[in-house]
C-alpha cells in the first residue's frame, strides 16, 4: 500500500540543488525515523540518508557534503537536498518509516518515489 508519498523530483542541470520532500496522509511521520533511498537506472536500492526522530541526520559517507537530509516536526515532513546535484544522482529517490517495519526491498515498498534526473 502507498504509505508515503515523495515530491519535489525533476530534471536539475548538475551543479544546482534540488529539495525533496517526503509527506503521509494516514500516520504521522513526525513519530518515527525517515530513511531515504535512491534507484539509479539499472541499479540497486541504496540508503541515502537517515534522520532520528529527535533530528539527529545521517549521511552515508561517499555522499556527505552534497546531502542533507531534514525534517519538520511540527508539519510532518521529511526533507533530502541535493547540492551541488551530479550526474551519478540520477535516480528515483524514496523516502520510508521506520515506524512501517523493516523491509528487505525498501525502494517501493511504501511509495512510488520521485524521479530525479541530472544533466550537464
Known sequence: AVRLVESGGGPVQAG???????TTSDFTLAASDIRWFRRAPGGECELVAYILVNGDPHVVEDLKGRFTISRDNTKSIGYLTINPAQLEDTAVYFCTADILGWVRHPC?????????????
Open 16 to 22: 544546482r540543488s534540488l529539495t525533496l520532500s517526503c
Open 108 to 120: 517501493g515498498a511504501w511509495s512510488q518515489g520521485t524521479q530525479v534526473s541530472v544533466s550537464s
